[in-house]
């Protein structure tokens, strides 16, 4: 026997009782597998709300996590508090009065309950979690990022370079671009 997949929740019961009836799960502790290279750092936590409907039910779910990324700075890595919001409906896809399946192709598009009417709601819950993943976090919004000369990370604990770091040629250069400022005055 193996155990349920996180996030999934049976829901032959409520799908029994009357539209408007609902169920409260609490989520708490609980890892998923993501898309990608994502990583969860800090566990899922908060609640999943299911309300049964005329036709289904209406899933909402108000999740906080935590993912490992890296600063678009500094390179440094940092955990991203990701905040995700489900509201979704997701339909049978065994007829409840016939116990025969249901032709789903009308409604390609739509979330299914599985053939035992659970709510697997752990793949939605990753897409939502990767959509929210920050385009270039920072691990301080003033990250001084990353110095040109030796690549480390700028800031306290950075030693200033000497002046005799420079390049040569690269002080040939200045001491041209100073020469030639009058060329256009
Ligand atoms: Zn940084
Ligand atoms: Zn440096």
Redesign the pocket.
Same mark, same amino acid.
């Given at each position: 026997m193996t155990a349920a997949a996180p996030l999934t929740y049976p829901l032959a019961g409520l799908l029994g009782e009357p539209p408007g009836e609902r169920r409260r799960y609490p989520v708490s502790g609980v890892t998923i597998p993501l898309p990608g290279d994502l990583r969860l750092v800090e566990p899922i936590e908060g609640t999943v709300e299911i309300v049964r409907t005329n036709r289904g039910v209406l899933v909402e779910a108000g999740l906080h996590a935590a993912i490992e990324a890296e600063?678009? %700075?500094?390179?440094?890595a940092?955990e991203v508090p990701i905040d995700v919001e489900v509201a979704e409906e997701a339909l049978p896809s065994i007829d409840l009065a016939s116990g025969t399946p249901v032709d789903a192709s009308s409604e390609p598009d739509v979330a299914r309950l599985t053939d035992h009417h659970e709510l697997e709601l752990g793949p939605l819950v990753a897409e939502a979690i990767s959509l929210a993943e920050p385009i270039a976090p920072?691990?301080?919004e003033a990250?001084?990022?990353l110095c040109p000369t030796c690549g480390e %990370?700028l800031g306290p604990g950075h030693a200033a370079h000497p002046e005799d770091d420079i390049d040569p040629r690269l002080e040939a250069l200045r001491a041209f671009r100073v020469d030639g400022g009058d060329e256009n005055g």
């Open positions: 600063c678009a %700075r500094c390179l440094r940092i920072l691990c301080e990250c001084p990022g %990370r």
